[in-house]
């Protein structure tokens, strides 16, 4: 099913975030930093970003934690593709979120779901190293280490925190190695990226 151009799903802010996804020791800078703008103009740099992916999600109403995998595609500056091993894709370009389920595909306006709008604007300005978007809707903590970085965003709006807590994303240079949502209920989504084939201004793209 594809729908027209008011594109509505009932009482899904919920199941939205859960479609769509997301203590170390040390030194935490809280923005504004100088490291905090050094990292985003390096990720500003990746024109595209291919990767297999794990997601992982830990509930209390699961005995165990769930695992699938795919395909992750960001292309510059605002272009997510998430495709799992069935087949399955959510697509994420301009102010549009498609979602496809076998034969069915559904349009979502992005900009008719706020805590969805919230969610997607913290993985596209990531990737796009774009800080000001970042600062705009969320507190930023960044926590350098020997191997890399670690990037806390806590939703500025108070209304979102029964929805996700915090967003927290990993990396070294560059690579974003893994993103992290906590949600309101207790629910925890991990998605871990590898094999990563990142294009940059200035390279013809390398795996890493």
Request: glycine share 8%; charged share 25%; hydrophobic share 40%.
């Amino acid at each position: 099913m594809t729908s027209g151009t008011n594109w509505r799903i009932p009482n899904t802010d919920r199941w939205i975030l859960a479609l769509v996804w997301l203590g170390l020791t040390g030194t935490v800078w809280a923005e504004p930093s100088m490291a905090l703008e050094s990292l985003m103009r390096q990720l500003a740099a990746v024109t595209q970003v291919e990767a297999g992916y794990r997601e992982v999600v830990e509930s209390q109403l699961l005995q165990q934690p769930i695992s699938t995998s795919g395909h992750l595609l960001y292309r510059a500056p605002d272009r997510l593709d998430k495709t799992s091993d069935r087949g399955d894709s959510i697509r994420i370009e301009g102010e549009t979120l498609t979602l496809v389920q076998g034969r069915e595909q559904t349009r979502i306006a992005i900009a008719d779901q706020p805590a969805l709008q919230t969610l997607i604007s913290a993985l596209r300005a990531t990737f796009a190293g774009d800080l000001d978007r970042l600062r705009t809707d969320y507190l930023l903590a960044l926590q350098p280490h020997a191997e890399g970085w670690v990037l806390d965003l806590t939703p500025r709006e108070r209304r979102f925190l029964t929805l996700f807590e915090h967003i927290r994303i990993q990396g070294q240079g560059d690579r974003i190695d893994s993103l992290e949502v906590q949600e309101g209920n207790g629910d925890r989504r991990t998605l871990y990226l590898s094999d990563q084939r990142i294009l940059t201004g200035e390279s013809a793209g390398q795996t890493r």
